[in-house]
């Protein structure tokens, strides 16, 4: 289902080599690097901040652990978002919270527009099918505005109040930057999965924030 991932490179490799021989410091920048992404990923998973950093915990051990079996088909990161993942996944289950990827149909959401229909012109009209009411124009706003604190808690709510894998995705893509082909592999969804996942919790958050900002 996943899509493929590009090898280990070279400086992962030598990465890896370090931490198999102990390298400490190795290991503590790994952690570092990181460490909040894998805790705030967890708490996609499980109900607690306290739960979460066990998994992480537990995480970092199947890395320490597994590091003889890393062959380097897919990136260091990777690898360690799959275990991080594998074990929230099991933990969350245990909660009755773990939802699974294998379908969109997961998200109990039919398969509706992303943005509303009202807001484009209708078919009889002179410019059928272009916006009657367009999206704001950002840019315009004041910078000071659009980096408020009030704007990220905003946006951090909006992504919140998502469905679980819509949640997962663009907290994966936009919030901890990884790339298409990485969140496919840490999450086993299709890359056709991971783009509609994507693209409908971007147009939700998008609309949530052009509430706030224009009113």
Known sequence: MSTVSPPASAEEQELVEALRKGDEAAFAALVDRYGPSMLRVAQLYVRTRAVAEEVVQEAWLGVIKGLDRFE?????????????????????????????????????????????????????ELLGGNWSTPPHAWQELPEAKLLAAETRARIEAAIAELPPNQRAVITLRDVEGFSSEEVCNVLDVSETNQRVLLHRARSKVRAALEGYLEG
């Open 72 to 124: 380097g088909r897919s990136s260091l990161k990777t690898w360690i978002f799959r275990i991080l993942t594998n074990i929230a996944k099991t933990r969350g289950e245990r909660e009755g919270r773990s939802v699974p990827f294998s379908s969109l149909a997961s998200d109990d959401e039919p398969d509706g527009p992303s943005v509303d229909p009202s807001r484009f012109l209708g078919p009889d």
